[in-house]
């Protein structure tokens, strides 16, 4: 089961059993915007504030996918759930009506890859039959915590990105209690994990948080790639969170001196999220959300239908903090790989997973 | 191994192999002054700034539970790490050295109890021989977070607690790797976790979070009991995180309004780790830190030397921050509850666990 020095490969693979993405105007005006479950109209989504607009989007992700499996919320043994704010607020008041018992994570814009990896191993040790994964971010609440008051109007380099307003949930369920569907596509399974380690390079701009990520990106890619025994091209795609156009470049330029070729394979849920141009993202998307929403709204359905058939989702952290940001401190990056593969249905027999 | 709605009974009980608390000089001057590895003697720990203090509480806890047990940092598969501050930084910058695999875990005061059951969950699947649990708070850097500048000198209420300064570290092992030590005094092991949800009574008094928190450890608790079908009385303890006096009141007058007296039972860390008239700490003490090391320093050693039997440890966390707080939000509380227990050393025939 232990894969390597830091990989785990499950026997009992879970199943990624629903998911539901919600994300905020800007969001439903990109690319992947008729994908997504709900979108919502403002920034506000209804509510007093901004923190409890994301809340809100993390209640409904949940809701939603709980809703899609055709499930209850008393089916859910345990939730792994974080977001970007200083002690995770948008969480703690998104989740308690679930009233399920939680565990509260910080792996910044990597969060939704540390839920769903703890999420895996809870579900294939047999800890639970189904597990919720959530996480969320949010433009404004973001721009509040970590840079300027937004009606200051600060100037954003080039390098910079765009928080996602949005939230992904996902159920993971032992492959005994996955209901057959109608769809009859397939399913889409955890079959590993390789957990990152603080990657620190000594990076202190914090209006590039690429180049801050892209060593725990590549550290993470590289160690998969060794504990599995793989090449990149035994991947359909490799898929980081929100490394941007300039994160990107660096994860490619260290992989290819490491006698790595990525540029087939790579593709980087933070470039995909916006038209960048038009919608003037720079560098692009960013936050917990922004992988989060693209797993849920794009990437699982090129799994289930098999277009993929195994793909390694890494999002990616900048471990950023204004009070040590501004004690002159680098900015330590974190990621966590996820390997997701595309299961056959076979009726006559119930799944093969 | 599942048991009832939020509990796990582990078959294969992981035990904490070794442990080390590292404080500050007020903890020092405690009732448990002389139990502690290491007390710093300002609080600055020789560093620059309180933050990189905290981080670096937390490396020394690390590296002296590592020292204790004869380990070195490649032994350890995963790291569960964090901490009160905003984005976990002094985890991140406290822990990036060991380069461990980690998971950055928020449950505020409650952490320890949280990283000790997702790292009991780790080694009791076989997924990892060892893993290391820690978290750490500070006085300084969590009055500079969440309440006033120092230098302002607010006035504090009687409800007030005092954050403790120090980082608790537990490396847990697989039964099979321990390795027999000299003292023949026994083993603590984790017979199983009940995991608590968010739980908000609707106070939002910052300066009053034993009452915050009251109700999750009441929660978890009278849980745990159901769950295990077991009396108050089958716990030589029941030991909360961080109550404090206040809180501790409102916890015992929940429990017998229930039908359950712990007063014979029930400790808190908060309640015991200051002299708290002569050290003026109000409350109590509280802090991931807090439940932290008085498990390291105390607690253990009671269950090892077997005058504790079976204990039901249960780290507290008000859910406070300041951006939800001055939005006119609750404060929410969570609770973990872990049961520690002693095993007998069977020299002839290895360890019974």
Not at 14 to 43: N, R, T
Not at 151 to 161: C, E, F, K, L, V
Not at 304 to 324: C, N
């Amino acid at each position: 089961m232990r894969k390597g020095r830091s990989s785990l490969e499950f026997e009992r693979t879970p199943v990624i059993e629903s998911a539901a993405s919600v994300v905020g105007k800007k969001e439903g005006d990109g690319p992947f915007g008729s994908l997504f479950d709900q979108v919502e109209q403002d920034a506000m989504a209804g509510k007093p504030t901004w923190e409890e607009a994301e809340s809100f989007m993390q209640k409904e992700a949940c809701r939603i996918a709980l809703e899609k499996g055709g499930l209850e919320k008393e089916e859910i043994r345990y939730l792994f759930a974080g977001d970007l704010l200083g002690q995770l607020i948008a969480t703690s008041f998104g989740v308690k009506e679930l009233e399920i018992p939680m565990f509260g994570l910080y792996g910044a814009c990597s969060t939704i890859g540390e839920a769903l990896s703890l999420g895996a191993m809870t579900v294939a040790a047999g800890y639970g039959e189904r597990v919720l994964a959530v996480a969320s971010s949010h433009f404004a609440t973001a721009e509040k915590q970590f840079r300027f008051p937004l009606g200051y109007g600060n100037q954003r380099p080039y390098s910079a990105t765009w928080t996602v307003t949005g939230s992904g949930a996902f159920v993971l369920s032992d492959r005994d209690k996955v209901r057959d569907t109608e769809t009859g596509k397939g399913l889409a399974v955890i079959t590993g994990i390789t957990t990152g380690k603080i990657e620190d390079m000594g990076i202190r701009d914090s209006m590039n948080m690429g180049a801050a990520m892209a060593p725990a990106a590549y550290s993470v890619i590289l160690r998969n790639l060794m504990d599995f025994e793989r090449e990149e091209t035994d991947y359909d795609r490799i898929i980081t969170g929100d490394l941007g156009v300039v994160g990107r470049t660096v994860l490619l330029d260290f992989m290819k001196a490491g006698g790595r070729d990525l540029s087939e394979v790579h593709m980087d849920c933070g470039v995909e999220i916006y038209n960048r141009q038009e919608q003037d993202t720079h560098s692009g998307g960013s936050g917990c959300g922004c992988a989060a929403v693209t797993l849920a709204a794009f990437i699982l359905e090129k799994i289930r239908t098999g277009e993929w058939k195994r793909v390694l989702f890494v999002p990616t952290g900048a471990l950023l903090s204004t009070v040590s940001f501004n004690e002159g401190q680098t900015i330590p990056g974190i990621a966590h790989g996820v390997v997701i593969e595309h299961r056959k249905p076979e009726r006559s027999i119930g799944w093969i997973i």
